[in-house]
């Protein structure tokens, strides 16, 4: 009993220092970009995850918090995890166009079954600097989707973004976050508006592009994901649409296949 106590102290003790140690380390990086609600959600996200500005876990882009691919690894490892399993959606591939998808699945102790998530690559959605690289882009984004479901965590890796990470917009009029970060996000009307207004402008299957966004926030509705999520997932929605739409069509309705296939 006491050794449990004593246990609980010392992780009690590491986690404050963490705490300290994040808000210290993310003034002296960001500077004027911190505002508090930055600091409120990073103890948040000490607290729950243990995630380290250090050791380059998560990073504030754009005035939001991005978890890292390194950063839900790590988070894995802290978890014990007991493994990854990555394969191919070989009849969605082509390697000549360099168009990829994977499916990853997460096994953790609480849930042997796993938690699955998906990730697509092409030229179309990815930022310029790792063109060329689509089948690890997309590796990635599959095991970064299956362990933020896995640990629920609710807010997006740097590597989901699908372009660069100045592009995607965030104006100053949809800045405003429900309390908690979550729940609310498809409630307000200027984010729905604006999908509703992409779905119309290209002519896209509102159901497939939920389903889309849902994978793209790592939620089982979107209604469930963060507004920061879904500002992201608008951004990049409306980047492929205007880039190639008939390559988003094809990618909206992979997502109406792999449904039928878990069916």
Partial sequence: MKYNVCMHRNLSSLRRHLI?????????????????????????????????????????????????????????????????????????????????????????????????????????????????????????????RALRKAYGIGICSIEELGTEPSSVEHPHDMRTDPPNGNGCATGQPRLRDKLCLLIRKYELDPILVKRYAADFCGTETLRDASRDLVEAFISTLAEEAAKDRAALICKLNSYNQLEEVKS
């Fill in 20 to 144: 300290y140690s994040n808000r210290r380390l993310a003034r002296e990086l960001w500077g004027e970009e911190i505002e508090q609600r930055h600091f409120r959600a990073l103890r948040d996200l000490t607290e729950r995850f243990g995630f380290s500005v250090a050791r380059g876990e998560i990073q504030l882009l754009n005035r939001n918090w991005y978890v890292t691919h390194s950063g839900l690894l790590q988070l894995a490892y802290r978890n014990r995890s007991s493994g990854i399993r990555v394969v191919p959606i070989r009849e969605y591939c082509n390697s000549g166009a360099n168009r990829w998808v994977f499916k990853a699945t997460v096994y953790t102790r609480s849930s042997p079954k796993g938690f699955v998530g998906y990730g697509d690559a092409d030229p179309s959605n990815v930022s310029l600097r790792v063109r060329g690289a689509e089948m690890r882009v997309a590796e990635t984004r599959a095991v970064n």
